[in-house]
């Protein structure tokens, strides 16, 4: 599953006119205002084998994806929740240890980010793009591989 995000850009209000809407735009954080992305990185992956497992809602992460990134994880969790009903397996808490957190920074105010997690059958990893916005780390992006 790849989600991606891409901001429009808007043109500038002739001279003398303010535009409202830049009042209320989503802006760009430096990460020398953002807190230590790691924690981020782990939390959220948790949360996502959570909601693919069926025991958290979407909604509970939220706050940490931007709406399209939220809009194609709902869409995978509903495909799960499917499967499962399927297959006759009941929601439960999905038994993983997280092996390694790889990140880099290819720009200010973005951390790419791969977790390494080992379950019970297999060795998967949770590929996130984080970008700072409103003072805030967003994924922007993510895969589970």
């Given at each position: 599953m790849a989600i991606t995000f891409t901001g429009a850009r808007r043109a500038a209000p002739p001279?003398?006119?303010?535009?409202?809407?830049?009042?209320f735009a989503p802006r760009p954080t430096s990460a020398a205002e953002l807190p230590a992305p790691?924690?981020?990185?782990?939390n959220l992956s948790v949360g996502v084998l959570e909601v693919f497992a069926g025991v958290r809602d979407v909604e509970q992460l939220a706050r940490w994806l931007t709406e399209d990134a939220y809009r194609k994880l709902l869409t995978r969790a509903n495909l799960a929740a499917r499967a499962r009903s399927a297959r006759g397996v009941a929601p439960s808490r999905p038994v993983h240890n997280i092996i390694r957190v790889h990140q880099s920074s290819p720009a200010d105010g973005v951390v790419e980010g791969v977790v390494i997690v080992r379950g019970p059958a297999r060795t998967r990893a949770i590929a996130l793009r984080l970008e700072g916005v409103d003072h805030r780390w967003r994924a922007t992006s993510l895969a589970l591989l």
């Open positions: 001279a003398g006119r303010v535009d409202a809407g830049d009042d790691e924690p981020i990185l782990h």
